[in-house]
């Protein structure tokens, strides 16, 4: 903290509001601070800025409604390891009439893709990266569940990552986002083994659809292994899909024995309905 640097209590005089605004100004990421024992503290710099925001209106606009920049405030809470922050942002998104597409695509995911460049370029400790991983994993297990759909189910997705692929993140969000679709999915994990992959279809019950995803180019051999075990214990005309940055187009996705590639969690539910109706 820096000699100048101005308490929440000032800052609320400063702006004429009570002390509980400037500190939910805080808890939702709108007004950068800094916490030193029990106390938040702004830099002067800082609260010039939200005054200009506020002044002009730092919500941009989008198909004629205004959004305010979600994933910036959320990333600062997540670089600062503050999980209730966090929260409070993401309950937030929630309130001002955003579904859990948005809140995953448009405010969590972007976060943390911006922390990972942060932490690629050198400007963020490792530790800082894993800590806000963990804290973004904890939100979905929070969240997620409140958007699992009741009644009659679409069937069993099973999902998950082959040998070698370590990052959970992204399938955990697109599980969510698959359960909110109405069908029940089993999430296998990440770094699954290819005959553990493929004895978890085997036990399945109702399984309709199953769903792999791939971050790395270098996670393909295991990806194809993978494919190749769930080929010899399930019936051939039960759907492989793939998906994630390590396959880039159709045709590594038939190279690696999948029946079909998307490329986003919006082609993926469309291609789980068709599923759905076949059925």
């Known amino acids: 903290m820096a000699d100048s640097d101005v308490s929440l209590h000032d800052v609320a005089e ?3 509001v009570h002390y509980m605004t400037v500190y939910r100004y805080v808890r939702q990421g709108q007004l950068p601070a800094t916490k030193v024992g029990r106390s938040w503290y702004v830099k ?3 609260l010039e800025l939200f005054r200009d925001a506020k002044a002009h209106s730092s919500e941009v606009s989008e198909g004629g409604k205004k959004i305010a920049p979600w994933a910036e405030r959320l990333e600062a809470q997540l670089i600062q390891g ?34 990972g460049a942060r ?9 800082v990266e894993h800590r806000a991983s963990n804290i973004a994993m904890r939100l979905i297990g929070q969240f997620g569940p409140r958007f699992a759909r009741r009644g009659v189910s679409k ?16 399938t955990s969000m697109v599980a969510d986002l698959i359960r909110f679709e109405g069908w029940n ?3 296998v994990g990440a770094n699954m083994p290819a005959e553990a ?38 019936p051939r005309d039960l759907p492989i899909l793939v998906g994630g940055a390590g396959v880039a187009s159709d ?29």
Not at 119 to 127: H, K, P, R, V, Y
């Open 119 to 127: 932490w690629a370029a050198g400007n963020l400790e490792i530790f």
């Open 44 to 46: 002067p710099s800082d």
């Open 82 to 115: 503050d999980q209730r922050g966090a929260a409070e942002i993401m309950e937030a998104v929630l309130r001002s009439g955003h579904d859990l597409y948005f809140l995953y695509l448009q405010v969590l995911s972007p976060a943390m893709s911006a922390i």
């Open 14 to 16: 400063m702006l004429d």
């Open 185 to 187: 999915v089993s999430d």
């Open 251 to 279: 045709e590594i996705a038939r190279d690696l024995g999948a029946d079909r590639r998307s490329g986003s969690v919006y082609e993926l539910i469309e291609v789980l309905g068709e599923v759905a109706r076949r059925s």
């Open 197 to 234: 992959f493929a004895e978890a279809i085997r036990q399945g019950e109702d399984v309709v659809a199953v769903c792999i995803g791939v971050t790395m180019p270098g996670s393909l051999p295991a990806a194809q292994a993978t494919i190749g075990a769930i080929r010899k214990v399930v």
């Open 155 to 170: 069937g069993t997705v099973v999902l998950g990552s082959p040998a070698s692929e370590m990052h959970t993140l992204s």
